[in-house]
């Protein structure tokens, strides 16, 4: 893992679950949050203003992309967003993050890997 995406992880839930919602496909904010709610089973939802102020730091680090109305969308208010190459590093930098912790609480916790057993 680089120095430099290492110094902003742990990433906080909220950011996860936005990096995450938006690693599969352009969403608007609405949609950020029906992804970030189903990809959870409805355990962690956000809110407009935790979604959108989250948002706005993630653009201005350079993860993600602000995209705008898109074409033929029936709400051109509707703002789309994109997750950058080095928002998929951080999130890919995050998950090997959690992997390691998650592999290290089995191993203290003797749980068997769910692959081995």
């Known amino acids: 893992m680089s120095e430099r995406l290492d110094s902003h992880l742990p990433l906080s839930p ?3 679950h936005i990096l995450l ?4 496909e352009d969403l608007h904010g609405y949609g950020i949050m029906q992804e970030i709610a189903r990809q ?9 203003g935790t979604l959108y ?3 706005q730091n993630l653009i201005q680090r350079g993860w993600v992309q602000g995209l705008g109305a898109r074409r033929g969308d ?3 208010r509707r703002r789309y967003y994109r997750l950058t190459d080095s928002g998929r590093d ?5 998950t090997a993050r959690l992997t390691q912790v998650v592999r290290e609480a089995r191993s ?3 749980i068997p890997n769910p692959r081995r057993a």
């Open 40 to 48: 959870s089973e409805g355990i962690y939802k956000v809110g407009p």
């Open 53 to 55: 102020d989250n948002l």
């Open 108 to 110: 203290r916790l003797r």
């Open 14 to 16: 909220a950011a996860l």
């Open 90 to 94: 951080l999130l890919r930098a995050e």
């Open 21 to 24: 919602a938006l690693a599969a």
């Open 74 to 76: 029936d709400d051109p």
